[in-house]
């Protein structure tokens, strides 16, 4: 049966990882719910799909998740033939247990009422734990029986960077199990500072007038930035206009542009230029003389080339980064070297301090619920690592969310806000002290934010004594922590750069070049830009009349975090013209991953910044 087991599998095109122990616990699974191999691999798949699992390998370590979906549908199925039966739960003994009627409990005994389906009263009142005691929300929470309740491992180490191998893990499991005979509570030694560069636009600012001319402005204006800044650093000669034919080597700057509504393609590849050097036109690019590029729609570069026949400019080399120190030249008149001097300033890290921060992105809750156990989960990982800073980036309120675009829900979406995630906040806020600090960002998916880019940060009621501890930041921004520069954007950039780029890598090409997902997020680095790419991704609601300044990357931060759909990562980027490492801005670039996928866990950023990338320890924990 084992064999025939493989052979479905292989039939549905899964390959095993660990054959023979996938294959045996495949077979006892068979044999107590009496399953056929063909059933199995139907209930697999099922699962692989709900659980969106990346790649077509069965892992061992998913194995555990879908016993629980086999016994979810043996329940299902068994309620479905019996449609009177009431299966008795953890629910029903506390009901009896405490003397509590019916109606205050339940609705009817085969539908208990959900958490958010509670009145405004009982919910508040339910969720004020402090001081260590677990609150009456998470105890319903954990007497409601979920596939994400039902994990074996809550927490697993995916990632490590720069950790040395220590028994941290075995002392950790160590501390969970004396939690439930002991408090522990230490809180963080040592208050994080945070200072704000830049939040905007502001609360309750007005959208939707975005014009043509503000478009044409804004794109404008990075093509004039990047030209200053070339031939500020004195390595390139002065711009000049790319569709004028010419048989000598000129240096010209411009947009990267489509010819048409597809793909970029080595074919379809145009260059616009300013309105002061070539009256906004665009001109054919040639690349075939480079070995080696990386390109997208919006991107702003430098290239020195020629064009003989005036209709098509034939690319020599494409300057795709900034140089990171701008000194204008002395030759330059007063007022151009005034306006550089306001416009640049040095971009490279700077030498900062120590911080500790958790970082997590959402959703924040599983699609079968609006339980936000993923949440619960980080909030009580959180109070035992006692980090300085957790970052918390939307979406906190899923838009995608099966409950919330059915319109099932009976609160409106503000209020399941402040009972279900600023409620859990502000009790782990009052449990870690004044030293914890909490920032939240929004994000386009948000069902209770405005669908804006640039997006205003929430404008959040938080109590008086709290206010110095939870704090909203707009999406994008730029913060300082204890001296460590941080830039949040909760726009999925990566995965709409890798959908546009495209590049040519030659064989004898660096390591960096070839890491594709450090080269994404280079982009936004060496582009100055949280948003770079132009036109904007198919449903991105980006004004560009709002506030473009929020969209720009004033300093190379320390620590720059870009959530993304594609696989978590930690990297070290280069920035530089230097081959010596030493030379070039570092900066740590993470992806958390998202807190909760589908039915499912998923993943986090635990980070120590100690002054410099070679003396900080990051891990990716996957929930």
Not at 289 to 308: D, Y
Not at 364 to 369: A, G, H, I, S
Not at 492 to 517: F, Y
Request: proline residues 6%; contains cysteine; hydrophobic residues 35%.
């Amino acid at each position: 049966m084992e064999e025939e087991i493989k052979a479905e599998f292989e039939k549905s095109g899964f390959s095993l990882e660990e054959e023979e122990q996938i294959l045996q616990k495949c077979l006892s699974f068979c044999i107590n719910y009496k399953l056929s191999p063909s059933d199995i691999v139907s209930s697999w798949e099922i699962y692989y799909l709900n659980r969106q699992l990346n790649g077509s390998m069965v892992q061992n370590d998913d194995m555990d998740g879908f016993l629980s979906h086999l016994q979810n549908e043996q329940k299902d199925s068994i309620i479905k033939e019996e449609t009177n039966l009431h299966i008795y739960s953890s629910n029903d003994v506390d009901m009896i247990l405490n003397d509590n009627h019916e109606d205050s409990q339940v609705g009817s005994f085969d539908t208990p009422m959900k958490e958010y389906e509670r009145p405004d009263s009982e919910q508040l009142n339910s969720t004020q734990g402090t001081n260590g005691r677990p609150s009456s929300s998470s105890r319903h929470m954990n007497n409601h029986l979920t596939p994400f309740g039902q994990r074996t491992n809550k927490f697993v180490l995916q990632f490590s960077f720069n950790n040395p191998a220590t028994d941290d893990e075995a002392r950790e499991q160590d501390v969970e199990s004396m939690e439930d005979d002991v408090i522990r509570r230490v809180r963080p030694s040592k208050r994080c500072s945070l200072q704000f560069h830049q939040s905007l636009p502001e609360p309750g600012c007005r959208f939707m007038h975005d014009r043509i001319e503000d478009r044409f402005n804004s794109l404008e204006a990075r093509i004039q930035r990047h030209t200053m800044a070339l031939v500020a650093s004195g390595l390139y000669g002065e711009p000049t206009d790319a569709t004028l034919a010419s048989q000598k080597s000129v240096f010209v700057v411009g947009m990267v542009c489509c010819d048409g509504e597809g793909h970029l393609n080595e074919k379809s590849i145009l260059l616009q230029g300013s309105v002061e050097h070539s009256g906004g036109q665009r001109v054919r690019l040639d690349l075939q003389k480079l070995n080696r590029f990386s390109l997208f729609p919006g991107q702003v570069i430098g290239i020195e080339g020629h064009n003989p026949s005036g209709h098509c400019f034939i690319a020599a080399k494409v300057v795709d980064s900034l140089p990171l120190l701008v000194t204008p030249n002395t030759d330059l008149p007063p007022a151009k070297k005034q306006a550089l001097d306001k416009e640049f300033q040095p971009t490279s890290p700077s030498m900062s301090g120590d911080i500790s921060l958790v970082i997590a992105a959402g959703p924040f809750t599983t699609t079968d619920n609006l339980l936000f156990e993923p949440l619960e989960e980080l909030l009580a990982r959180a109070r035992r690592k006692q980090p300085q800073l957790l970052v918390l980036l939307g979406p906190f309120l899923d838009s995608e969310h099966p409950d919330i675009k059915r319109g099932t829900v009976n609160q409106s979406f503000d209020e399941i806000f402040r009972v279900e995630i600023l409620t859990r906040l502000q009790d782990y806020a009052e449990y870690m002290g004044n030293a914890a600090r909490v920032i939240l960002m929004p994000s386009t998916r948000d069902a209770n934010h405005d669908f804006v880019f640039p997006q205003p940060a929430f404008d959040l009621h938080i109590p008086e004594d709290l206010r110095h501890q939870i704090t909203c930041l707009a999406n994008p921004g730029l913060f300082n922590g204890n001296e460590v520069m941080v830039g949040c954007c909760t726009v999925d950039i990566l995965k709409q750069l890798s959908s546009e780029e495209i590049s040519r890598i030659s064989a004898d090409g660096s390591s960096s070049d070839r890491d594709r997902m450090g080269r994404l997020a280079t982009h936004v680095l060496s582009q100055r830009s949280f948003y770079p790419l132009y036109p904007p991704a198919p449903g991105i609601p980006l004004d560009l009349s709002l506030a473009p300044e929020a969209l720009r990357i004033t300093s190379i931060p320390n620590i720059l975090i870009l959530p993304s759909d594609l696989g978590p990562f930690v990297k070290v980027l280069s920035l530089g013209e230097t081959s010596d490492a030493a030379e070039n801005a570092r900066c740590i670039c993470l992806n958390p991953g998202r807190l909760a996928k589908g039915i499912g866990g998923g993943t986090f950023v635990e980070l120590n910044y100690h002054g410099d990338p070679d003396r900080t320890n990051a891990s990716i924990i996957r929930i």
